[in-house]
Nanobody, 126 residues
Framework: QLQVVESGGGLVQPGGSLRLSCAAS????????ISWFRQAPGKEREAVSC????????YWPDSVKDRFTISRDNAHNTVYLKMNSLTPEDTAIYYCAVSPTYTNACPNLPWKYDIWGQGTQVTVSS
């Protein structure tokens, strides 16, 4: 069974940091495009960052560029999202998604991803 499981979310004060993990089972992560999405209450799910099979990375909202870093640990079959300088606007459920169709292109549309985790809540509040 192909699945991914997210972890690492929690409550953090503004300006703090978190590292989210996306652990895969049943397949090898470095063969696919892996993306992080987030969904805040009342808002649509939005793409945050992506890492392709070749290791190329993409960040979409301007608000996360220079603050978020996506990386992959092939030995542990895990993708990470390190988030620094967090603000209340980063509060959302963060999802890891896998696209078996794409390898080196990073789509930012949720419907292009077939495998999703259950999500991990990130709350930024003082």
């Amino acid at each position: 069974q192909l699945q991914v499981v997210e972890s690492g979310g929690g409550l953090v004060q503004p300006g703090g940091s978190l590292r989210l993990s996306c652990a895969a089972s049943g397949f090898t992560l470095d063969n696919y495009v892996i993306s992080w999405f987030r969904q805040a209450p009342g808002k649509e799910r939005e793409a945050v960052s992506c890492i392709s099979s070749s290791g190329g990375v993409t960040y979409w909202p301007d608000s996360v560029k220079d603050r978020f870093t996506i990386s992959r640990d092939n030995a542990h079959n895990t993708v990470y999202l390190k988030m620094n300088s967090l603000t209340p606007e980063d509060t959302a459920i963060y999802y890891c998604a896998v696209s078996p169709t794409y390898t080196n292109a990073c789509p930012n549309l949720p419907w292009k991803y077939d495998i999703w985790g259950q999500g991990t809540q990130v709350t930024v509040s003082s």
